[in-house]
């Protein structure tokens, strides 16, 4: 690889202690989505990060956050070092051009009554993609190509006339045209058949290599997070339990929560007993952890520790931090320098 | 010795469009036991979820049920007059079929999200399918009802008067699972129960309706194209390819033992959690 960041150029999207509560009115109960988030995105080399979390994790609002539809109760997001919130005009175009999303459901982001095309035509005049109308055809037509389709299957038609995995891909080719630095992909195949969750995640990895666009993965799903990611953040009730190696976090998890994670994937074995054998707690507990480890009370091996304060990240390993008592032998690194400890793609790439 | 709760006898299902007759379940047989929980997996198009909606009697245009059979054995407890008979389900009336759901046959959907109705309240809507098969109940018996359906998902009994907005994804499913057994059905079909929830929560449910399946005596028909899910989940399978059943057999043989390579495949495209494979 030989375009290196410069130094000291700032980063593509960074969070800084972002912290978003909800509710909190008159006699209504606050809900803490994301806590003292601090995380960097960066452009270059270009990066597939994983961001997984059950629901309720804070993972979605997340990504609310960072396209700027939401506003952080404290702390701020910035993009290319500047704050959301203090960019003018011309920077903010710029940000919603450089950073695209991926929704979750490939039915709603489209209206029924507009043909397919509309959702490609949209961002074409919008950011001033194409000056003639043959040239916008073109556009659309290398767009889709590049995700698998066949333009003159697809274009003309109505939503509804198409697959799950074919809006899904259009959606694709769409953020394609925008040619955007980096896209956030928010369970882009969860509601797609198993069979067509292949192509898709490959689209994605093909965009990052080719187009070099840097992707954060939002999923619940380990295995297809595993299949394309470099680096993993797991959230639990808005807090970071493990980061780090993808592959480390995977194949040893460290953090009682990413163990249960992963034990409860079925695995297509069918000797190997769900979840280990291990009984789960019925309910997760809404209740307020207080001061404490947010996972203390489903937590098989809590401790005194775990019920007065919340552990900080342990580096236990290189490229790896866990939020957990467990390991407390080892140095601790700050919430702030939760992006020291991620791999960079250079040294990992397995082509 | 246990006795076959459902037949399915070479049943053959086209569905019709302007341009050509596509044959969505094409001559497939296969029987499920009383207590089995049995699977049905393939991928989408396969006709897996076809083969349900016709047990259920739920085939309809441009579909159309062209041949075979589908027994069905009611044990004790059925509605009259149903009750310990075994009847041909493609043979029964509409009012007949509609007796037959939910009380003999009942379904868990897919996708519990959408399935209930946003403006009611969950115990308006459990009570339904109790009002819909003439049971007539006091308030205070509907109440009594109520709690003990919802304690036996593991649900709190307040949430009867919730909406479905207020519930998250798990706890709209396992309304779902207690509407199903309101009426202590003999077999439940559930229709990929748990694909939009988190692999915590799914098997949250799962083990909560395998609990309840055991405790009504009931059979399950789960289809899905989960085989992780499968795997962890029924005695027996049978996989599907193309509106044909590829292979049947014990989970255990399927798995160790794959014979057919539409099978093997299946099993070979599950993500891997031990090694990366390129996609592009």
Redesign the interface.
């Known amino acids: 690889m030989n375009e290196m960041r410069e130094l000291n150029s700032p980063a593509l999207l960074q969070t800084r202690g972002v912290t978003k509560v909800f509710g909190g009115g008159i006699g209504k109960s606050k809900t803490t989505a994301i806590e003292n988030f601090t995380f960097t995105i960066e452009g270059e080399p270009p990066s597939i990060t994983a961001l997984v979390g059950e629901s309720g994790s804070g993972k979605s609002t997340l990504a609310q956050l960072l396209l700027g539809l939401m506003t952080p109760t404290s702390g701020e997001v910035l993009y290319l070092g500047k704050s959301l919130d203090r960019m003018d005009a011309s920077e903010k175009q710029q940000f919603r051009r450089d950073i695209q999303i991926i929704f979750q459901d490939p039915f709603d982001v489209y209206n029924p009554v507009y043909k397919v095309d509309h959702l490609l035509t949209v961002p074409i005049e919008k950011f001033h993609l194409a000056s003639s109308k043959s040239e916008r055809k073109q556009l659309m037509e290398s767009a889709l190509v590049a995700v698998g389709l066949d333009p003159q299957e697809l274009l003309g038609r109505y939503p509804h006339q198409l697959s799950g995995g074919q809006r899904q891909r259009i959606a694709i080719a769409r953020v394609l045209l925008i040619r955007p630095r980096m896209i956030i992909a928010d369970e882009p195949v969860s509601m797609v058949d198993a069979s067509l969750r292949a192509s898709i995640l490959a689209n994605l990895q093909q965009l990052n290599r080719d187009f070099r666009i840097s992707i954060l993965y939002i999923t619940h799903d380990l295995a297809t997070a595993f299949q394309i990611s470099t680096n993993i953040v797991v959230l639990y009730r808005g807090s970071v339990v493990e980061a780090g190696d993808i592959t480390e976090v995977i194949q040893s998890p460290k953090h009682p929560y990413t163990q249960l994670l992963i034990d409860s994937i079925p695995k297509p074995n069918p000797s190997q007993k769900w979840g280990g054998g291990a009984t789960l707690s019925r309910t997760s507990s809404a209740a307020d952890p207080g001061q404490g480890c947010k996972f203390a009370d489903r937590c098989p091996h809590v401790m005194q520790a775990c019920r007065i304060s919340r552990p900080p990240l342990f580096k236990t390993e290189e490229h790896r931090a866990v939020a957990c008592f467990l390991y407390n032998d080892v140095p601790q690194i700050g919430l702030e320098d939760l992006d020291t400890i991620f791999v960079s793609r250079q040294t990992t790439d397995n082509g | 010795m246990s006795i076959s709760i459902l037949e399915v006898n070479d049943l053959k299902i086209n569905y019709y469009t302007p341009n050509r007759v596509i044959k969505a379940v094409d001559g497939i047989s296969f029987d499920i036991q009383s207590g089995e929980r049995f699977g049905l997996v393939g991928?989408?198009g396969s006709g897996k979820s076809t083969v349900a909606m016709a047990i259920l009697g739920l085939i309809k245009q441009p579909g159309r049920v062209e041949s075979g059979e589908i027994w069905f054995t009611n044990g004790n407890g059925g509605e009259e007059p149903l009750a310990n008979t075994r009847v041909n389900i493609r043979s029964l009336s509409l009012e007949q079929i509609r007796r037959l759901r939910l009380a003999g046959v009942a379904l868990v959907p897919q996708g519990a999200m959408n399935s209930l109705n946003p403006v009611k309240k969950i115990r308006a809507q459990m009570l339904d399918g109790m009002v819909d098969h003439g049971i007539l109940l006091s308030g205070h018996e509907k109440d009594e009802r109520i709690k003990e359906l919802l304690e036996s998902v593991?649900l709190r009994q307040e949430v009867a008067n919730m909406y479905p907005h207020e519930l998250?994804?798990?706890m709209k499913q396992r309304v779902a699972i207690a509407i199903a057994i309101s009426l202590r059905p003999k077999l439940i079909i559930a229709d990929e129960p748990t694909s939009?929830?988190?692999?915590?929560?799914?098997?949250?449910v799962m083990?909560t309706l395998f609990e309840l399946q055991d405790r009504l005596q009931a059979s399950v028909l789960m289809v899905g194209?989960?085989?992780?899910?499968m795997?962890?989940?029924v005695h027996r399978l049978g996989v599907m390819y193309a509106g044909k059943l590829v292979e049947v057999g014990e989970?255990?043989d399927i798995?160790g033992h794959p014979q057919d390579s539409y099978t093997q495949r299946l099993?070979a495209?599950?993500?891997?959690?031990?090694r990366?494979?390129s996609?592009?």
């Open positions: 991928e989408s593991g998250s994804g798990g939009a929830l988190d692999v915590i929560v799914q098997r949250q083990e194209h989960d085989m992780g899910l795997a962890q989940s989970v255990t798995f099993i495209s599950l993500p891997s959690l031990t990366k494979s996609l592009v």
